[in-house]
Structure formats: C-alpha cells, structure tokens
C-alpha cells in the first residue's frame, strides 16, 4: 500500500504540474487539459488495484514517459514562440551592432543605434595619443575613433590625437606621450575630457605639455597618463607587432579607461560638481551625404608633412569612392590598416589645417620640441562629397573647438561620419585631382 500511497501523490503532483505549464502551453496556442474527474478516476484505480512489484514499476514508466512527453511539448512550443530570437553576432572579437541605427554620435553625425547611446551619454570624450612612426604600424583602433587629429610630434614622425565617445574599442595603441598642441585640440571637446598618454614633454618651455596639464588642473583628475594609472587600464604587448621597438608595445582599452575614471576620478558625463561636460560645448553642423549625382570629381587627395627622406614614410593619400562616398587613406605609400579590423582606414570628410610650425627651442637633448598655432585663424581645405572646399579655420580660444569656413565665410556643414584632419606647416602643398593615380607596377 505504500507504493500506491506515493504514486497517487505523484499523480497529483503532476497534475498540479500539468496546470502551471498549461498557461505556458495556452500562451503558445497549445492547450492540454486534464479534467478534475479524469484526476478522480485515475486515484480510484490506483486504489482499487493490487500492486505487485511488476505493475508499480509499469505505471512508473508510464508516468515517467508523459511527464518526459509534456515537458517536449512545452519546450518546443516556447521555442517557436521565440523564433524571432537572433544569436549575437561577433567580428574580430567586437560585439556587432544590429539594432536600427537612428541617433547621431554628437562628435561626427553618424547613426548609431539606442543602445550604443545609452552608453555614450554617461561617459565623456576621451582622446588618446597613438603613434604613427612606421614600426608602429598597423595601429589597433583607429577606426573606431570619431575624430582624429594628424600633427608631427618629432622628426617628421606624425601622431595622432584620436577622440573616442561613440564607439569602444577594446584595443587601441600603440600608445605615446603628449604634446601641448594636442592638450589645447582636445580642450576643445567639452570639459575635462579625458586624456590619455605615456608621459609627455616636459622640458620647461613653451612645449611642456605636462606643465600646461597641471596648470588647467587636469592631472590626476581627467588626465590619464600611464604613469599615473595602473594596470590593466594599460599594458605591454610585445606580440601584437613582433620585433618592435619597446616604446611602441603599449595599448590601452577604452572602456577600462571610462571606467577607472568613473571609479578611480568621480567622471563620468558629469563631473564631481555634477557639471555635464558638454554644458558649453558646440557641436559642428552635419549633412547627410549627398545624391549621387551631386557629388564632386575629385578623386585624389595627397600631402606630406616634412619634405625630406623621412617625410616620405609619413606622405599621405586619399583615394575618393564616389559610390560609397568615403575617402579610403594610404600613408607612406601603402594602404593604411587598422590591425583591429584588418581593413583600410577612411573618412568621410578628410580635412587639412594649416598652422605656422616653429621648433620650441627648449633644450631638449632628444631631439626638438615642436609648436603648432591652433589657436586663431589659418587657411583650410575640406574634402566631403567628392569636392574640394577652400576656406579658413577658426579657433578663437583654447577651450574653443576648431570650426571650418567657406570662402564666403559662412561655417561648413560636414557630412555625417568619421572626421580626419591633418594639421600641416603653413605653405605645404596639397594635391588634389579628378583621377587616382595609376597603380604601381
């Protein structure tokens, strides 16, 4: 009796059980019911009969085989009923991004989805230091940068200050020191961007980029430098580009940096008196790309920053696609790659500064400091849509950003998507034509 005991409570166990999954199977348009007197008759047997040891393990199997039927028919339904489900999708270890792509990234205009935005607008812009030297290339995160900024840091050798807030790679280096003309670009993008680097120059003089960081009040507040935060917001890698230099290993990520610095600096999109850190800032204005058939023929674009041997290495090109409406970028005579993506790096507005270029005269035994006049008034030239626009770029103050004029001087509209500017000597040439150049033999 004691078998027919426990198997009239697992009966009605699994009847209790049957009812909470019926709402499951009605929600899914699946309906299985069993009736209270079906219930009845079902106890009523197991009382009625004689169980032998044979027939309570029949009835076990029996039990066993509709409970096993029903949790199929469950699973199933709820499968179907999630068909719409997609498996996120991963390129080079980044999560894609499949949602419709409706908001505009403040900094450059192009479309995101909400939920990169809901990510954005609790950080702040970030810009890093990445060299360009030859050895260190390919770079790693360039093209997940909104805006970079191209200048020479030494020698001919060119850097860039690349600013992030829409996009967050996981990988972006090598990473080098800071120059003081970079410090005054970004102090264009806001209050207390977040800037990262290793070291700087600090010669006392007129190019001590760490002495102007402490003078804004930036270190140890916004200021990132490597220095001063610890692993693993910054680490060595020595296999990423075997065979290089030291100097040319280190990377950094950037969401660990907009984390330490909500952590480690009380900065997020509000600073520590809760102040928005776009709370004075402008963004430039933006177009949609334009029609087909209102786009320019200009097909080329190319410069160099230092005419010597050196220089050559740094010569820069861009290669218009009037189909897609992108600039795709060659330095150094090779296409430009992002070791992230392993694909060409391009724009969709490529512009290029003029800047009176003097040497700092600090005493410097490495080498020479340089200077860049970004703050005032030079002539500019601004690719997008296939054409070419001469104009003068402005900067009237430090914490001003950098704003682009026709010759008209009414301010540029620039088309939505990633910004690259080259800032050059003033007198450097530039050309530009209605034909790429033949391809090497």
Known sequence: MQGVTMLKLFVQFL?????????????????????KDTLEKILEFIENITMDKKTLIALGVLVY?????????VFQARAASDSSYSAPVYENGELVDNDPKTEPCPLNGQLYSKSQREKWKLRRPLGIMVQNNSESRPQSGLSSADIVHEAVAEGGITRFLTIYYCEDPKIVGSVRSARIYFVKLLQGFGEYPLYAHVGGANTPGPADALGEIKDLDWYLYNDLDQFAVPFPNYWRDYDRLPGRATEHTVYTNTQKLWAFAKKSRDLTNVDENEVEWSKNWEPWKFVEDARTTD????????????????GSAYTVSWAYDSVSNIY?????????????????????????????????NDGYEGGQHLLYDVVGSDDVIIFKNGKAIKGTWEKLTEEDMMRFYDD?????????????????PTGNKVDYQSKLPSPKK
């Open 15 to 35: 009847y209790f059980t049957f009812w909470i999954l019926g709402i499951i199977l009605i929600k899914n348009n699946l309906i299985v019911v069993i009736k």
């Open 65 to 73: 085989l509709i409970s096993s039927f029903s949790s199929y028919v």
């Open 295 to 310: 786009r320019g023929t200009v097909k080329s674009i190319k410069y160099g920053f230092w005419d010597d041997e050196l």
């Open 328 to 360: 795709k970028r060659s330095n150094g005579g090779e296409p430009h790659i992002d070791l992230n993506t392993k694909e060409q790096l391009s724009a969709k507005n490529v512009i290029v500064v003029f800047a009176d270029e003097t040497a700092a």
């Open 408 to 424: 008209k001087g009414d301010e540029v509209s620039l088309v939505s998507g990633k910004i690259w500017i080259s800032i050059l």
